[in-house]
């Protein structure tokens, strides 16, 4: 029996609505403490994920059809869910992007990773919730300022009642980079002094203050950003690392639904 686990429950700045959304980190764990994941990408048999998800959607009081993933391509493309979705059968089909967004309840939006941010929105205000990718590209490319973007466009969402989650990714104590994006990363983040550091004449980059620059930047209040302290490199708690395990990584879901 794989029981899925949840590492991180729901992250202290949802806490108030904690009767309205569900949110957190998961990773999968068999009887023997090796990783199962809930994504079909990591190499992981695919009967065992389905039956990992059914486990997972069990455990949160979720349908299974109502589990909602993309084929993540490091893109900037944000998909919104709609009723007109819900017919769609996603099991094994999801749509490619980065990003999800939804304000229907019971509607698990999923982000997997292996390094890379996720960042989890809730909007109080308007009971809209979002869940995003972002690795350096996504982050370059300015993902989460453009689920802000959609957000206030669509929904009618204030920057400064967005609530966002920052979950556990490669973090400045092990995620060195070459020149190149060093370079890049200064370019677009000049105003911060946190985001690209140098340790021993090597270039280290943290993907988390990047996307709380954006955050900032876009309107969101500092106190309603939250930043997970882990690390998926060197975490004790052995995340799922693509730098660390390569091929054998598994996948961290980062989840939000709104009840
Ligand atoms: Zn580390």
Known sequence: MISPLKIEGLPRIFQ?????????????????????????QDGTPKDETVKNRQ????????????????????????????????????????????????EIPNICMSIFTADCVPILFYDPKN????????GWRGTIQGIALKTIIQLTRDFGSQAGDIRGYIGASASPC?????????????????????????????GYIDLKEANKVILLRAGLKEE??????????????????FRREADQAGRLTSFIMLK
């Open 174 to 202: 092990c995620y060195q980079v070459g020149l190149e994006l060093v370079q890049t990363f200064n370019e677009k983040f000049h105003d911060s002094k946190k985001v690209v550091l140098f340790k021993k004449g090597h």
């Open 16 to 40: 108030p609505w904690k009767k309205k959304i569900e949110a957190g980190c998961a990773v999968g764990f068999r009887e023997n403490n090796s990783r199962a994941s809930l994504a079909f």
């Open 55 to 102: 486990d997972f959607c069990q455990q949160i009081g979720l349908s299974k059809n109502n589990f909602y993933w993309l084929n993540q391509c490091h893109s900037s493309e944000i998909h919104t869910i709609r009723p007109k979705d819900l017919t769609l059968n996603r099991e094994f089909f999801p749509p490619s992007g980065d990003g999800l967004i939804t």
């Open 127 to 134: 009971h809209i919730a979002a869940a995003v990718h972002a």
């Open 224 to 241: 309603h950003v939250e930043t997970s302290a882990h690390c998926t490199i060197c975490s004790r708690l052995e995340l799922p690392s």
